[in-house]
């Protein structure tokens, strides 16, 4: 498994969509800015595409999966928490 841990940027449209006849329910997928610079897709599936979906964050904090180059499952967000 390729698992890393990111802050993104996002910096395009969040497009949602449902899947039929997959594992998965629905799916998000957008554009996002490292803190690097580098430009990378992001996908979330169900529950997190759902949550992502409703917030329309700006930033997050994220656990994911390298599925392809320069393409990130989801599988964790950290909300930030406090006055920080």
């Given at each position: 498994m390729n698992e890393c841990y990111l802050?993104?940027?996002i910096i395009s449209e969040i497009n949602f969509k449902f899947i039929i006849n997959q594992k998965q329910k629905s799916i998000v997928i957008f554009k996002a800015k490292l803190l690097?610079?580098?430009?990378?897709?992001?996908?979330?599936?169900?529950?997190?595409?759902?949550y992502i979906y409703k917030n329309q964050p700006k930033n997050m904090c994220i656990r994911g999966e390298i599925?392809?180059?320069?393409?990130?499952?989801?599988?964790?967000?950290?909300?930030?928490?406090?006055?920080?």
């Open positions: 802050i993104i940027q690097n610079d580098s430009e990378v897709t992001i996908v979330a599936y169900d529950e997190l595409a759902d599925i392809s180059e320069m393409k990130v499952a989801i599988k964790e967000i950290y909300k930030k928490t406090g006055n920080h």
